[in-house]
């Protein structure tokens, strides 16, 4: 039994000797409470330290494959390096014959790190007994941080912008945003309209259009007490789950799938007739179609400060400037035409602007752009404006366009899967509706 067992053993160890570990690949999402850079120092010290778990002295040399425009690899190569020498050290496994490989190389949407050992001189019964040190790989999507380093791309202006329109096939749209792709397919497109939701593929190329995926019917419900002066949604996006609802009927509703279909939320988080954001719950003003500036906490949240104002629309968020720090924003446009931009304690406010708001840092540079409407009265045309919030606080006005008819819904998105957001706005002219998409530079 002893001679079997033994055998078992050694059978056991020759199988995890001769079964290396197959490399796998993590995406690093740097939180807000600690820079890219130092996320990707912590991941990588981590990994050093594991792979000299397995006793074996290695010196450390660097492979990068740098872009052409990168202004400042050489650095970020240099503050990688450095942390995986340090973590060598602390192991006691720097120098030797074996090597570990930093390799480093970038495009225009991520950075990809990886760890290799490569064996020199083993004595037989390790190469026999023991299982190679795996390969630690991971994957980092640009920020503003790593991009001033590897991909200084141009900012969003005029000249370095693109704008599409498409037709849509339906008016009455009350929000719009996007969704990740199921699998990998690319994001799609969610509409929210008067009685349905609707989810679209878009296609872009020398011209853009839409077409359906599938459509969602709302569900029967209770109304609430008081009725508004026109009917208006919301649509709260986190991660690949969309909450939606419409402020003529109680319940919020889950966009589910196969078969696309909507579900009365169970677990609420707000109070029975408070819309959901990312941070906080906002509930209508009676008899109104805006919200009251008391925002109220989401069940498990930490209570948040109130709104600027009352608002038709609201985006908060932060965003990672080019040396690490974060800036906090929220940007609400109210009843009165205001667009009110607020960055950590300062405020500023610019007259003249309608109901619809869509937000997001299109071109990565650590600024957030603004997608506006104009203030001009229903069947006087439209105006879309782009506004960027400087890191001073201060707005400066990008671009601006006449359209047809009304604009009275904007949002924003990642529309083509690259960590990006893209712009968006649905203008609506004697029946017909127009969806206009704008990028960044690319």
């Known amino acids: 039994m002893r001679r079997a067992g033994g055998a078992a053993l050694v059978l056991a160890l020759v199988v995890g000797g001769l079964g290396g570990a197959q490399p796998t690949t993590l995406t690093l ?11 990707l120092r912590a991941a990588l010290a981590e990994g050093a330290r594991a792979i000299a778990s397995d006793g074996v002295s290695r010196a450390l040399r660097v492979e990068a494959h740098w872009p052409p ?7 970020l190569a240099e503050e990688l390096s450095e942390a995986v020498t340090e973590a060598l050290a602390e192991a006691g496994a720097a120098g030797g014959d074996a090597e570990l490989v930093l390799d480093l190389s970038a ?3 991520e950075l990809r790190v990886a760890l290799v050992p490569r064996e020199g001189e083993l004595s037989w019964w390790r190469q026999f007994f023991f299982r190679p040190a795996a390969t630690r790989r991971w994957r980092v999507p640009l920020d503003a941080e790593l991009r001033s380093f590897v991909d200084r791309r141009p900012a969003a202006s005029r000249s370095a912008l693109e704008v599409t329109s ?5 008016t009455g749209y009350l929000a719009v945003g996007t969704l990740p792709g199921q699998g990998s397919e690319p994001p799609m497109l969610v509409l929210v309209g008067d009685d349905d939701v609707s989810v679209f593929r878009v296609r872009q190329g020398r011209r853009t259009s839409v077409s359906l995926v599938g459509r969602a019917e709302r569900p029967p419900g209770p109304r609430p007490g ?4 026109r009917n208006f949604a919301t649509m709260a996006i986190e991660g ?9 009927r109680v319940p919020a509703y889950q966009l589910g799938w196969a078969p696309l279909r909507l579900e009365p939320v169970v677990d609420r988080e707000c109070p029975e007739l408070a819309h959901r954001w990312g941070d906080a719950c906002a509930e209508p003003v009676d008899g109104r179609d805006y919200f009251a500036s008391a925002l109220l906490a989401r069940e498990g949240h930490p209570s948040p400060p109130a709104a600027s104002s009352s608002f038709y629309a609201r985006w908060q968020g932060w965003v990672r400037r080019s040396d690490g720090s974060v800036a906090d924003v929220e940007i609400v446009v109210n009843p009165r035409g205001r667009l009110v931009a607020r960055t950590g304690r300062r405020e500023i406010g610019l007259q003249g602007h309608g109901a619809a708001l869509g937000a997001g840092d299109m071109d990565s540079d650590g600024h957030v752009e603004i997608l506006v409407s104009g203030s001009q009265e229903s069947g006087d045309g439209d105006e879309l404006g782009l506004l960027r919030l400087q890191a001073d606080g201060g707005l400066r006005r990008l671009w601006s366009r006449e359209v047809g008819g009304r604009v009275r819904v904007a949002g924003s998105g990642d529309l083509d899967g690259d960590g990006v957001p893209s ?14 998409i704008l990028r960044g530079p690319r």
């Open 29 to 39: 999402e740097p939180g807000r409470d600690r820079s890219t850079i130092e996320t």
């Open 69 to 75: 425009r990168s202004p400042r690899a050489d650095a």
């Open 107 to 109: 495009d225009d949407r």
């Open 166 to 170: 498409a037709v849509l096939p339906s």
């Open 226 to 229: 008081v009725a508004a002066r």
């Open 240 to 248: 690949s789950s969309a909450t939606i609802q419409w402020r003529d």
């Open 423 to 436: 712009l968006f706005a649905i203008s609506e002219s004697n029946g017909r509706s127009a969806l206009w």
